[in-house]
């Protein structure tokens, strides 16, 4: 083989060697180009973050009491007026209610004064009863007396003494009976004429319960407010048109709403969580709440309950959330107030976990791109938890190294993917 040819082969191996080096480069560099992290092992604290507002752990609304027919309103508490527990929060018109009282107590007065004539009327008559019963008796045993002399007497006497005796005691049977009528007859119309008088009492105790009805009370210490007049247009309500609050002089139906009375002494907060978080809060869970436009107040409490059934979303019906009720200790706010509730969950110990940046949603499952070699191998996993910043993962062994961004992904090496599903916004570890 001549010295050109052997250059010529030379040549050509190498400009082959070098084809393969630059079809094999981008791929190394690639490989580099991404950006990596290495899985650790510790403890991660779940803190869950969502909106919240104050309310009152106590409220109660005021109704018109049930008399029947509409009632006027003569007094009301304005809308934030602080009330305590015994004041006067409404008061309708009592002018019917107060001629019914004064109705019943005279029927009661006249059910009395019948009572004590019938007992005096009854007093007499037994003094006469007892007057007749001495007469008779007094017969009965001077006939006796006179009977007993009949051996001393003719026979014709005799006969005449035992039919008077006979006749006296008749007279004595009879007196008594009519006696023990008449007092039958005067306990009847006493207990008739005493139940007249109970049942005027009874009406003077429900005519005054209903005129204290009137003035209603505040239970407790709280807060005044006035509800809207559903019936300030008669009734019909347009869809454009602003009811009114309740005034003085307004008539409402028994058992309508005038207005609410907050203790606002004792609050809560109220808050809705994920369903993703709902398996990390728990009732004794420490929780902050940050006042919104207030950056210097803010709330600590404790975790009250948590729904175990989802609340309905109106807009939302796809996505799941639960009712959350927190406990705030030495709350300076009045309910109404929105801010920031963070919930600080258990601490996760001894347990694996990566950026959630590394985490990939492939064909709808968790899967991270572990490093392999100069290469990357995709790996389904299980998530256990998120936070803002990591993922924890139950299936993932030691500490490999893992891919930030999709290798497999379209476009310029080291372009970031979407992670694996849109997730709610937590707190970072």
């Known amino acids: 083989m001549s010295r050109r040819t052997i250059l010529a ?51 109660t609304p005021i109704f018109t009491p049930a008399t029947g027919g509409q009632l006027q309103i003569v007094a009301l508490a304005e809308s934030g007026a602080a009330v305590h527990a015994g004041d006067v929060v409404v008061e309708f018109d009592s002018a019917e209610q107060a001629y019914n009282l004064e109705q019943a107590r005279f029927d009661l007065d006249q059910a009395t004064q019948e009572i004590v004539k019938a007992d005096a009327a009854a007093a007499v008559d037994a ?11 007094f017969d009965v045993r001077r006939a006796e007396l006179d009977a007993g002399a009949n051996e001393l007497v003719g026979a014709l006497q005799a006969r005449e003494n035992a039919i008077l005796l006979e006749d006296a005691r008749q007279r004595l049977a009879q ?48 807060y005044v407010t006035r509800r809207q007049n559903l019936q300030a247009f008669g009734g019909i309500i347009f869809s454009l048109a602003a009811l009114p609050e309740y005034r003085v002089g307004d008539a409402a139906y028994s058992g ?36 919104d436009g207030e950056p210097s107040i803010t709330l600590h409490g404790t975790v009250r309950a948590v729904s175990t059934v989802a609340s309905r979303q109106l807009f939302d ?11 705030l ?14 919930v600080h969950g258990p601490v996760l110990r001894d347990v694996v976990y990566v950026p959630r940046a590394a985490v990939f949603d492939m064909t709808e499952k968790p899967t991270v791109f572990v490093r392999r070699g100069h290469g990357f191998e995709p790996r389904s996993v299980r998530v256990r938890t998120l936070t803002e910043s ?28 979407p992670s694996a599903a849109p997730l709610p916004q937590r707190a970072s570890r």
């Open 9 to 59: 082969t030379v040549a050509a191996l190498a400009v082959a060697l070098a084809a393969v080096a630059v079809r094999a480069w981008p791929s190394a560099s690639s490989s580099q180009a991404i950006p990596t992290v290495h899985a650790q092992r510790g403890q991660v604290e779940v803190t869950i973050h969502t909106t919240g507002e104050v309310r009152a752990a106590r409220a």
């Open 127 to 137: 003094a006469e009863d007892e007057v007749a019963l001495l007469h008779a008796r």
């Open 175 to 222: 007196e008594e009976g009519n006696v023990a009528v008449k007092r039958e007859s005067s306990r009847a119309s006493s207990a008739g004429l005493r139940e007249k008088q109970h049942k005027a009492e009874l009406a003077v105790r429900a005519a005054q319960h209903v005129l204290d009805l009137l003035r209603v009370r505040a239970p407790f210490d709280g």
């Open 256 to 291: 309508q709403a005038i207005a609410d009375l907050t203790d606002a002494s004792r609050v809560e907060a109220g808050a809705k969580v994920s369903e993703e978080d709902r398996a990390h809060v728990t009732a004794g869970e420490p929780v902050d709440f940050a006042v």
């Open 317 to 327: 019906a796809g996505r799941r959330q639960f009712d959350v009720t927190v406990d």
């Open 329 to 342: 200790a030495g709350a300076s706010v009045r309910p109404g107030v929105t801010g920031v509730i963070t």
């Open 390 to 417: 990591v993922a924890v993962l139950d299936d993932l062994d030691g500490a490999p190294e893992v891919a930030l961004v999709n290798p497999t992904a379209s476009g310029r090496a080291g372009a970031a993917a």
